[in-house]
């Protein structure tokens, strides 16, 4: 079983910054990749923000581009979302993702609320 575990969401003023990071545990056999999801209102679905794979090729939402940095740490299971100039409607619960295995099972953390406002 694998655990992910988000920190780092908050109250941000427009044009801020923030920084998100998680960690990763159990038995991950066979990254595919891991990266970032949120959901920005109840009842809609979450959407890709960034993702970064095993080898290190990254993927970004085009709203994100320019802003938003994901890296990770394959020797600690870490994975982080740098987050630069931020607007209001980057208001969501970002969700850590990894994904893993020959059936590429996806792993979900329990969520960090962002919230951009003046």
């Known amino acids: 079983q694998v655990q992910l575990v988000e920190s780092g969401g908050g109250l941000v003023q427009p044009g801020g910054s923030l920084r998100l990071s998680c960690a990763a545990s159990g038995s991950i056999y066979m990254l595919n990749h891991m990266g970032w999801y949120r959901r920005q209102a109840p009842g809609k679905g979450r959407e890709l923000v960034a993702?970064?794979?095993?080898?290190?090729?990254?993927n970004y939402a085009d709203s994100v581009k320019g802003r938003f940095t994901i890296s990770g740490d394959n020797a600690k299971n870490m994975v982080y979302l740098q987050m630069g100039s931020l607007k209001p409607e980057d208001t969501a619960v970002y969700y850590c993702n990894l994904q893993a295995g020959v059936a590429k099972w996806d792993y979900w953390g329990q969520g960090t609320q962002v919230t951009v406002s003046s």
């Open positions: 993702i970064i794979t095993s080898s290190g090729s990254t």
